[in-house]
């Protein structure tokens, strides 16, 4: 019987449980330096002095170090298109950028005395003035990098056609705020550096060790074997560790200007401006159709916030831009963007990165269309999805989707949640006046998953010393559980159980070469290249036992059950992976297949997500009672681990459409910079979440898996949100802009009820 | 100054700092890293240890303030080998994933079942309100705790 779609207890959990992991702080490194650094209270000003003196004689301090000292190059973006005159100091050099900018660093030989001697360090700034939002430094009235000319990281503009929305009878056009808003990982940026001898040993709070050590050593200009990057275990990262940070890539120069190992791990009010925000778009939709729902053309332009230094959120618009039409079959569709540099905290992915923007853009332009049609918001999503015998679907901005059943995915996810029921109940508290209304979201998404970066992942199989079984892997887990997968994918193979197989991950001097985790690309590159190692293991040992039983290679099977090879038909007579193992003696290629997968793409998970909420018309207070969430990712290799995803990007999609927002005030400050002002959500303010199962396995890859880490949230966002909008609609309301504070809300109720008094 | 503690059962003198935070106690000084910090302003429970059997955020108590106290963190709920009935639970129910909310995300979970009798869904998500979990939505932890809740074991810890 296959393991493959059981719900296997996590085997990552005891440790977890009662010792706790050991993540970067935990570590015990002999020797070590403590690193704290001190970061800019300015959002744009001159360096105009630094004065060390005084911290210089603080307890414990060893060194300080500024911009001045450090001779490393600035860290450029690394993405096509980024001006290089926007690469990021290592410590800001002449110009700080952004509140929480590292301008400084103290060495001490513990920890609270850093913190001190931090205190104690006088920066001199000569104010410049700051430009906030996107849109305003398009003006380019305020410019970060003068020598540039502009604010423009990246430009992305494609021609539009004046005659675009000709023949509709209806357009509908709106500017969408899609918020900035903090990854908020539970465990900050942590890491240590140690050299021995000529080589840097790195630990990194990190999801892919194997770019982190490309950066180092590129950084640094070193040949790549000199640098070992480990990940150890890491506590949450969301995108928003996928690179290296200044404060990680300066930590080996640090331990050599020291001669001792530095450890560093930052606050969380530090990582609150200093770890890269996601999301950050300015949107303008504009939809048209007929008035019998029908839509025939569809424009998506973004301004992109980047933040102070442009990275990963520079490229967000282009993983937009491959999702724009989500999952509706639109003939005419056009998309253009920008990326801004602005003096905040530099953007990076965040659990998405891009899709939910993409997503929250044109599911809400559907609502808007609906509305102006007077038409069911579920009923004008059936009208326009992509019909099922059209896949594989080439859409209007060339992504090319694999395979789906959108309308089915629509359809299961109202009859979960009792949609009609539902809209009944919501006419009768309105006929009735409740002040306590109740609003239904429906949202439709398709997303890419493996879509950024080669799609395929290394993996190593190899079989011990008695028959025992090791796993090798490029992806990077911190959460995800591949530990239990890639085993049970192992195991399923191998016929040798799960305890039996080790498991080895994040350390780049123990795996070749990663990809790491992100993108929701594991399982269908990570977890498919161990499924394709295994297999090609149990043939190279069919091969060995063939010769052991004296028969032929094609006759010989292996009886999973036992984990023994023996000839077909006779089974008395067989080999065990022990004895296999015993027999390869020496032989170290015998029972050893490194590999690396090659899936023919990127996959597309879809779904549909119903979300109910109560508001309560004289506070503006929003309670999320229901979220019904469909989440069709192919095969299911571990359903315990699926759900969990789906659990979690479901949240952070709720948090995004009614809590969290990263908020500064004019002058760049920022005003969300711990987690008492920042409303990172809690277990309060959501509901428990009903799934529905549904499976199209995808053509793309021998699992017949596609990504499951983010579609969660790209679901919910916009279906959280439209109920919102919902709830109000009677009183006129269209839009309200996330996230859907009892402030906004009560202000969009008010403004309702003012212009109907009129 | 001095302070003597009781930590998971184990009789401890330590010479401390009078601003040292329990947790940094916990963790720099005995060496138990099984709690963990998540934010400086007491908003995540990551921190969270029983304290003479009450759940409290160790970066909110000064260790000095716990001398003569007993306290015990996730390494001393059952020890290295077995679990706590909460503990069977979070693996049970996936009630975990990068692990980093989780000995805290128990001890609070503990020390709630010991505190309220009838534990319902809304009971265990206001009693873990202080408690941030980033990957789980708290959907699993929900589940786990009411299931640890009625485990006959409860009174274990």
Redesign the interface.
């Known amino acids: 019987m296959s393991i493959l779609g059981n719900r296997v207890q996590r085997r990552e959990d005891p440790k977890f449980l009662t010792t706790g992991g050991v993540y970067g702080d935990d570590l015990k490194i002999e020797g070590a330096l403590w690193a704290t650094f001190v970061r800019s209270t300015m959002a744009h000003a001159r360096l105009t002095s630094l004065d060390v003196t005084e911290a210089r004689n603080r307890p414990g301090v060893v060194a300080i170090y500024t911009g001045e000292d450090v001779d490393l190059p600035p860290v450029p973006a690394g993405l096509p298109g980024v001006p290089d005159v926007m690469a990021r100091p290592v410590l800001a050099k002449g110009v700080v950028r952004f509140v929480g900018e590292a301008v400084a660093v103290v060495l001490t030989e513990e920890r609270y005395q850093g913190e001190d001697a931090a205190e104690s360090v006088f920066v001199d700034y000569e104010p410049l003035p700051a430009v906030v939002d996107p849109v305003s430094a398009l003006t380019g009235d305020v410019l970060l990098f003068p020598e540039h000319g502009s604010n423009v990281a990246v430009p992305m503009n494609e021609p539009q056609a004046e005659d675009f929305f000709d023949g509709c009878e209806v357009v509908v056009r709106h500017r969408l705020i899609n918020q900035r808003v903090a990854p908020c990982p539970l465990e900050v940026r942590s890491g240590a550096a140690m050299w021995e001898g000529d080589r840097v040993i790195q630990y990194a709070s990190n999801q892919a060790p194997h770019g982190a050590k490309a950066a180092i050593a590129g950084l640094y200009g070193l040949e790549a074997d000199r640098v070992r990057v480990i990940a150890p275990d890491v506590g949450g990262g969301f995108g928003a560790k996928i690179g290296l940070y200044v404060e990680d890539l300066i930590l080996p120069w640090l331990a050599k200007a020291a001669g001792r190992p530095v450890h560093w791990t930052e606050t969380r009010s530090e990582s609150m401006l200093a770890l890269g925000h996601g999301r950050a778009q300015v949107q303008d939709v504009a939809i048209g159709g007929s008035r019998d729902g029908k839509v025939e053309a569809y424009r998506l332009e973004v301004v992109q916030d980047a933040g102070a230094y442009p990275s990963l959120g520079s490229f967000l618009p282009a993983l937009t831009r491959l999702m724009t039409s989500g999952t509706y079959d639109i003939p005419k569709v056009e998309f253009s963007a920008a990326s801004m540099v602005t003096n905040t905290t530099p953007t990076v992915a965040y659990r998405g990165a891009g899709r939910p923007e993409a997503t929250a853009a044109i599911e809400r332009a559907m609502d808007l269309f609906a509305a102006e049609i007077g038409m069911d918001p579920a009923e004008v999503r059936k009208r326009n999805v992509v019909a099922n015998d059209k896949f594989p679907f080439t859409t209007p901005t060339g992504t090319v989707y694999d395979i789906g059943d959108y309308g089915g995915a629509i359809d299961l996810a109202l009859q979960a949640s009792d949609y009609q029921a539902l809209r009944a109940e919501q006419a009768t508290r309105r006929s009735s006046g409740d002040t306590t209304q109740i609003g239904i979201g429906v949202s439709s998404y398709v997303e890419i998953t493996n879509g950024a970066g080669p799609p395929g992942e290394y993996a190593k199989v190899e079989i011990l010393p008695g028959g025992k079984a090791r796993v090798y892997t490029g992806t990077s887990p911190h959460g995800q559980g591949h530990e239990t997968a890639w085993t049970m994918l192992a195991s399923e193979q191998l016929g040798i159980p799960m305890e039996d197989i080790e498991f080895v991950a994040n350390d780049t001097d123990l795996v070749p070469e990663g990809g790491g985790t992100m993108g929701s690309r594991s399982l269908q590159s990570g977890g498919l290249a161990v499924h394709e190692a295994s297999i090609a293991l149990v043939d190279k040992a069919a091969k060995l036992a063939a010769e052991l039983l004296e028969a032929n290679a094609d006759d010989v099977v292996l009886d999973k059950v036992g984990g023994r090879f023996h000839v077909a038909g006779t089974p008395a007579v067989g080999r065990s992976w022990a004895e296999l193992a015993e027999a390869a003696g020496d032989d170290g290629d015998a029972l050893v297949v490194a590999h690396s997968s090659s899936p023919a793409g990127p996959t597309f998970p879809f779904g549909a997500h119903v979300a109910v909420v109560e508001v309560d018309t004289d506070t503006g207070r929003v309670k999320l009672t229901r979220l019904v969430a469909v989440d069709d990712a192919g095969t299911i290799v571990n359903p315990l681990l699926a759900e969990g995803q789906r659990h979690g990007g479901l949240a952070q999609g709720a948090a995004q459409a009614l809590m969290e927002e990263v908020r500064y005030d004019d002058d760049g400050n920022p005003v969300t910079s711990n987690l008492a002002d920042y409303a990172m959500i809690s277990a309060t303010e959501l509901p428990s979440f009903e799934l529905v199962a549904m499976a199209t396995p995808t053509p793309i890859n021998a699992l017949g898996a596609k990504g499951i880490g983010e579609s969660g949230t790209i679901g919910s966002t916009p279906a959280v949100q439209s109920a919102v909008v919902d709830a109000l609609a009677h009183l006129g309301v269209r839009h309200i802009d996330m996230p859907a504070t009892p402030e906004r809300v009560w202000r969009a109720v008010a403004a309702a009820q003012s212009t109907a008094a009129e | 100054m001095k302070i003597t503690t009781t930590v998971n059962g184990e009789q401890r003198d330590s010479e401390v700092?009078p601003?040292?935070l329990l947790v940094?106690y916990l963790?720099?000084v005995l060496?138990l890293?099984?709690?963990?910090?998540?934010?400086?302003?007491?908003?995540?429970g990551?921190c969270t240890v029983l304290l003479d059997g009450e759940s409290v955020k160790s970066c909110t108590v000064l260790a000095a303030q716990a001398d003569g106290s007993s306290i015990t963190t996730?390494?001393g709920?059952?020890?290295?080998?077995r679990?706590h009935p909460v503990?069977e639970a979070?693996?049970?129910h996936?009630g975990?994933?990068?692990?980093?909310?989780?000995?805290g995300m128990?001890m609070a979970a503990v020390s709630l079942i010991e505190e309220v009798p009838d534990l319902d869904?809304a009971k265990?998500?206001?009693g873990?309100?202080?408690?941030?979990?980033?990957?789980?939505?708290?959907?699993?932890?929900?589940?786990a705790v009411l299931a640890a809740a009625k485990t006959p074991a409860r009174s274990a810890s």
Do not use: W
Not at chain 2, 33 to 44: F, I, L, Q, R, W
Not at chain 2, 128 to 142: A, F, Q
């Open positions: 700092e601003r040292l940094h963790r720099d060496g890293t099984g709690t963990n910090v998540g934010c400086d302003t007491s908003s995540c990551a996730i390494e709920l059952a020890g290295p080998d679990m503990q979070f693996q049970e996936h975990l994933q990068c692990g980093y909310c989780t000995p128990v869904e265990v998500r206001e873990l309100e202080g408690n941030l979990c980033r990957c789980t939505g708290y959907h699993n932890i929900v589940k």
